[in-house]
């Protein structure tokens, strides 16, 4: 069968990637054109798009990158209608793939929503509109399947597909990643300052700041995929310690993380490294993002799963030298860093055991063949 896979974001890549690599054991002769990333391509897609090209982030971006979004969005609809899949699977990225869902349902292909768009903090009226677009919706957060019932949609939780990532890594050589990147031998403190140039422009130089206060520590950038090196070097000098495309690595030989928000915060968490939560934004997009997000009290998937605060968040006005200085400290050096990881075996437990690939996939073919 023939899957057109749209995808917007390096997470929603491997998560499309994963869900791809379960389709073909399901489905030998099963051809994909996507909108994704390098790993989608690895498993045999053609990318007709790449996420680098696609992703723009806050109400003012978005306004300001309005002509390139039109654009995209006609000729995601001209390739649908000359591709003619046998089924579109969005991924996440709710602002294009809800846009693009009418004329895929008007020309009768079947749509498969895997990863809820977030219509939980907001924009909750949504759920209509995905009602009557998506045949079938697999979400990913326990809380989200609830939230759905609300609303008398049955959706299928299917566990979380960060847990599949994680479940077969292979054993991580130290030596050879302080060897290759220039690294020393003191603990490890990881930078994960995002994906998209303007959040690191932000983020970056506010997180190494206090990298002064912290001698006994060497503090590590994790390098997107999506990134050239000499972008983060532009931002935060030459000396910069970068560890490219390899941020699972980093993580899982680092003592601590400083990290934006979004689904790193759940991947640092369930590699058991504790973390403080960056985030700074436009301004104007935080001020109007904080008007329109009512329905939350967190912006990290830990304390939103969670529903208390695991990891201290710092937001906007409050990502500040001296608030980052103190929450590093206080999960490098007091017993905040062990009830943190305590609280992570707990995070585990909720999120549904390995397998949300498999089951997706499943589910996908089951039903297509049906």
């Known amino acids: 069968m023939k899957y057109y896979i749209i995808a917007g974001e390096a997470s929603g ?20 054109r996507c909108w994704g990333g390098d790993l989608m391509q690895a498993q045999g897609a053609t990318i007709v798009k790449h996420y680098r090209d696609l992703a723009f982030m806050g109400f003012a971006e978005v306004i300001m990158n309005l002509r390139t979004i039109m654009t995209n969005l ?10 003619q899949p046998d089924c579109v699977i969005m991924v996440d ?20 929503y895997y990863i809820s ?6 924009k909750t009226g949504r759920v209509h509109k995905i009602k009557k677009l998506v045949d079938k919706m697999f979400v990913i957060l326990p809380f989200e399947e609830e939230f759905y019932q609300r609303y008398d949609y049955k959706v299928d939780f299917v566990g979380n597909p960060l847990l599949d990532s994680l479940d077969n890594l292979p054993k991580v050589n ?3 990643i302080r060897q290759k990147y220039g690294l020393d031998d003191r603990p490890i403190i990881a930078v994960l300052p995002g994906s998209r140039t303007q959040e690191i422009k932000v983020k970056l130089p506010l997180m190494l700041s206090v990298e002064k206060d912290f001698p006994d520590y060497q503090f590590v950038v994790a390098g997107a995929p999506s990134q050239p090196i000499a972008n983060y070097k532009a931002i935060a000098g030459e000396n910069l310690k970068i560890v490219e495309n390899q941020t699972y690595d980093l993580l899982r030989i680092s003592h601590a993380a400083l990290v934006t928000s979004g689904t790193a915060t759940l991947e640092t968490a369930l590699l058991k490294i504790p973390e403080v939560v960056c985030y700074k ?24 799963i969670m529903d208390r605060e695991v990891v ?8 500040t030298y001296e ?6 400290h206080l999960i490098l050096n007091t017993p905040k860093r062990d009830q943190m990881l305590n609280d992570y075996d707990a995070l585990y437990h909720k999120l549904g055991g390995v397998g949300a690939s498999k089951r997706t996939a499943t589910l996908i073919v089951n039903d297509l063949v049906a």
Request: net charge positive.
């Open 13 to 32: 890549d491997l998560h499309a990637s994963n869900l791809m690599k379960e389709i073909k054991i399901k489905d030998p002769n099963a051809e994909f």
């Open 312 to 319: 201290k968040e710092l937001i906007q006005y409050d990502l």
């Open 174 to 176: 130290v030596n050879e």
């Open 93 to 112: 990225y709710p602002g294009f793939n809800l846009q693009v869902a009418p004329f895929i349902k008007s020309l009768g292909i079947k749509i498969y």
């Open 74 to 83: 006609s000729f995601c609809k001209k390739d649908i209608a000359a591709y």
């Open 323 to 328: 608030n980052i200085k103190h929450e590093l």
């Open 281 to 304: 934004g436009n301004a104007l997009s935080y001020e109007i993002g904080k008007r329109v997000v009512k329905n939350i009290q967190f912006i990290s998937l830990v304390n939103l």
């Open 117 to 122: 768009p977030q219509i939980w903090a907001w």
